[in-house]
């Protein structure tokens, strides 16, 4: 079967940094996306890592280890406005349509 | 403005009638989705298609109908067959090449 763990909520400090992490047992893997979504809003892509490995991204980085099954989201210098839902998401290989398996998102709140 | 909508925001039906959520891209994308997101859980794909004139089951495609008679436009209906059809519906688009799958704003269904 496909599966997605990610944390269902965590809660950090206006400032600080916070490690959201996912980890996925999927029958193929053609790369790995994170999302945020505000509430009652459509997710807007924040990174996607198909190589192990960091990417960074301005106050956010995504990493990578297809060995373990494993991702983190890391977000910096945390801002009220960083108060969502994150969610991860793994493609399936080609033949399977490229679709994304979703995760049920870490829901976040930055506290000041 | 390249984007994705989906109208309307909100939309009310009474229980037992078909209702159809429109979706369309001017992104001059080749695959759309279709997702479901129930409070507190995941996106779930109900319907996809890759290219004009064919579409594939998601992992929830039961009570619902598509048709991709134009590569803008991707329509979804939400049949009477449907057993729980209140939620938040998410269309989606991405190139061929499916690195990133851009989302519509939502339309959240309530039927009474």
């Known amino acids: 079967g496909q599966n997605i763990d990610q944390p269902t909520e965590m809660t950090a400090t206006e400032g600080a940094i916070v490690q959201i992490n996912c980890t996925y047992q999927t029958s193929g893997f053609n790369g790995l996306f994170w999302y945020q979504q505000h509430a009652g809003e459509a997710p807007t892509f924040l990174s996607y890592n198909v190589l192990d490995g960091l990417e960074e991204k301005g106050r956010f980085s995504s990493f990578l280890s297809r060995s373990k099954g494993y991702s983190y989201l890391l977000l910096k210098e945390l801002q009220m406005k960083d108060s969502a839902s994150y969610l991860c998401a793994v493609r399936a290989s080609k033949n399977q349509g490229g679709k994304l398996i979703f995760g049920q998102g870490t829901e976040l709140s930055v506290k000041p | 403005d390249g984007g994705i909508t989906q109208s309307p925001k909100y939309l009310f039906r009474k229980e037992g009638q078909n209702v159809t959520l429109s979706c369309e891209q001017n992104?001059?994308?080749?695959?759309m989705y279709w997702y479901r997101q129930d409070p507190g859980q995941g996106l779930r794909l109900i319907y996809y298609?890759?290219?004009?004139?064919?579409?594939q089951k998601g992992d929830i495609a039961e009570g619902y109908s598509v048709s991709r008679e134009k590569k803008e436009s991707f329509p979804l209906t939400v049949t009477s067959a449907q057993k729980n059809p209140t939620a938040f519906y998410l269309c989606?688009?991405?190139?061929?090449?499916?690195?990133?799958?851009?989302f519509g704003p939502g339309t959240r269904l309530t039927v009474l």
């Open positions: 298609s890759q290219i004009v004139n064919d579409f």
């Open positions: 989606a688009s991405s190139t061929a090449r499916q690195n990133e799958q851009f």
């Open positions: 992104l001059n994308h080749d695959a």
